[in-house]
């Protein structure tokens, strides 16, 4: 069962809003990851936060973590056409081994 | 580095055939997943590889479905025989396994069996 649930499912904003994504959650983690997915593509890693962690910057993305709600937040800021893709979470911990578990993605579309 | 490489890119074949698919790990790298992505069932794991050892196959959906590491550099991900319901984007993704665990996908290889 995937550990990682986003929210909303698809979403459609312009070119200059924000982008704003959810993911929620079940068990206690040690980091959570986003990606991101062009259409036809492999999925890329954009950033990473720590358990321990509350916000995250990298460029135009933020990410928060609120562990005791157990979700987090992917904050696209100053959208452009070319940030149109599947958008993942996925849950780290150390006890489940090496692997991630993703979520079912959030498809954003920006429209120029 | 080259990234995750994997081959080939497209594959059609007919139902009941065999079907192999490769990839390459970045370098150094100590983990090795293979995942399976349609529009139903979203990107599914199928298994991984620690140190070139299978560590959980639980994903694999039947026993059609077999995948090897023979060295750090190689795995591959085979169906024999192949059925229409495997047609998928299959992925090979590594990782470091440092304390990070960031994942770095494959291009992925599109498979048609009809």
């Known amino acids: 069962s995937q550990q990682g649930e986003e929210d909303p499912q698809a979403l459609s904003i312009q070119e200059g809003e924000n982008a704003t994504m959810n993911c929620s959650y079940k068990t206690s983690i040690n980091n959570l990851q986003w990606y991101r997915q062009n259409s036809g593509r492999g999925l890329v890693h954009l950033i990473l936060i720590r358990s321990n962690e509350r916000e995250k910057h990298s460029g135009r993305l933020r990410v928060t973590l609120d562990t005791s709600k157990k979700s987090s937040s992917l904050l696209i800021t100053a959208s452009r056409a070319a940030d149109t893709a599947s958008y993942f979470c996925?849950?780290?911990?150390?006890?489940?081994?090496?692997?991630?578990?993703f979520g079912g993605g959030t498809r954003l579309m920006v429209k120029p | 580095d080259a990234g995750v490489i994997q081959s080939p890119r497209h594959e059609v074949t007919e139902m009941g055939q065999e079907v192999t698919l490769r990839c390459k790990p970045i370098?150094?790298?100590?983990?090795l997943f293979w995942y399976r992505q349609t529009m139903m069932r979203g990107l599914e794991l199928l298994i991984y590889f620690n140190n070139n050892v299978p560590i959980d196959d639980s994903g694999m959906p039947e026993d059609r479905f077999s995948a090897k590491m023979p060295n750090a550099s190689f795995s591959t991900l085979k169906i024999q025989p192949s059925e229409p319901r495997d047609s998928a984007v299959y992925f090979c993704?590594?990782?470091?396994?440092?304390?990070?665990?960031?994942?770095?996908f494959g291009p992925g290889t599109r498979l048609t069996v009809t």
């Open positions: 996925a849950t780290f911990r150390y006890n489940a081994g090496n692997m991630l578990t």
């Open positions: 370098s150094g790298h100590n983990s």
């Open positions: 993704a590594s990782s470091p396994g440092t304390e990070r665990y960031e994942q770095y």
